[in-house]
């Protein structure tokens, strides 16, 4: 596994693009941190072998936590170019931080047009207006919405009210619908 997160890592910070991710690379991940803590736990921390096992697990925490937050910042960067990312190339964990990040910016997007119409920005989320009947096109696991409230997790043909910026992200990203509502 120290390989692959190597290898995963590298490319990351070697690339502008999105590098693709097995879908279960973070539970993976955090089983490999797991089993280096237990075993190191098992052995004298002043043995060569408990020196080298907790150099392991520093390394790896640390090649972790500079992936997730690179992948972070050009997830970040593409919504704001207004690029779409295919979220087959993210890990499953990193999906719904992808469409929290869109739903962010697509409500900043609206509070910024409200402001440049003169309208005092809406507080969404808060009451059934800020709600957008949705039909979903495509499986997704549950969401944290605009509100973070959680939503989902919802199947091919459901139907669920969430709030405005959610809606718009999804739609978007061509997993729901909107539904018209009278």
Same mark, same amino acid.
């Given at each position: 596994?120290?390989?692959?997160?190597?290898?995963?890592?590298?490319? /990351?910070?070697?690339?502008?693009?999105?590098?693709?991710?097995?879908?279960?690379?973070?539970?993976?991940?955090? /089983?490999?941190?797991?089993?280096?803590?237990?075993?190191?736990?098992? *052995?004298?921390? #002043? +043995?060569?072998?408990?020196?080298?096992?907790?150099?392991? /697990?520093?390394?790896?925490?640390?090649?972790?936590?500079?992936?997730?937050? +690179?992948?972070?910042?050009?997830?970040?960067?593409?919504?704001?170019?207004?690029?779409?990312?295919?979220?087959?190339?993210?890990?499953?964990?990193?999906?719904? *931080?992808?469409?929290?990040?869109?739903?962010?910016?697509?409500?900043?997007?609206?509070?910024?047009?409200?402001?440049?119409?003169?309208?005092?920005?809406?507080?969404?989320?808060?009451?059934?207006?800020?709600?957008?009947?949705?039909?979903?096109?495509?499986?997704?696991?549950?969401?944290?919405?605009?509100?973070?409230?959680?939503?989902?997790?919802?199947?091919?043909?459901?139907?669920?009210?969430?709030? #405005?910026?959610?809606?718009?992200?999804?739609?978007?990203?061509?997993?729901?619908?909107?539904?018209? +509502?009278?």
């Amino acid at each position: 596994m120290y390989d692959q997160v190597y290898e995963a890592w590298k490319k /990351e910070k070697d690339n502008a693009e999105f590098q693709p991710l097995p879908k279960g690379f973070y539970a993976e991940l955090a /089983e490999y941190i797991k089993k280096l803590r237990e075993e190191r736990r098992m *052995l004298d921390e #002043k +043995t060569v072998k408990g020196r080298l096992l907790q150099q392991e /697990e520093e390394n790896v925490k640390r090649m972790a936590e500079e992936l997730a937050r +690179t992948r972070h910042q050009k997830m970040i960067q593409a919504v704001a170019k207004g690029e779409t990312l295919p979220t087959s190339a993210m890990a499953k964990e990193e999906e719904s *931080l992808y469409r929290n990040v869109s739903a962010q910016a697509d409500s900043i997007q609206s509070f910024l047009k409200d402001v440049q119409l003169g309208r005092l920005p809406q507080e969404t989320g808060r009451n059934q207006s800020g709600l957008t009947a949705v039909r979903f096109l495509k499986e997704i696991p549950e969401i944290v919405g605009a509100d973070m409230k959680t939503y989902g997790p919802f199947k091919p043909e459901d139907v669920a009210s969430v709030p #405005k910026e959610n809606a718009k992200t999804l739609i978007k990203q061509g997993v729901a619908a909107e539904v018209e +509502t009278r």
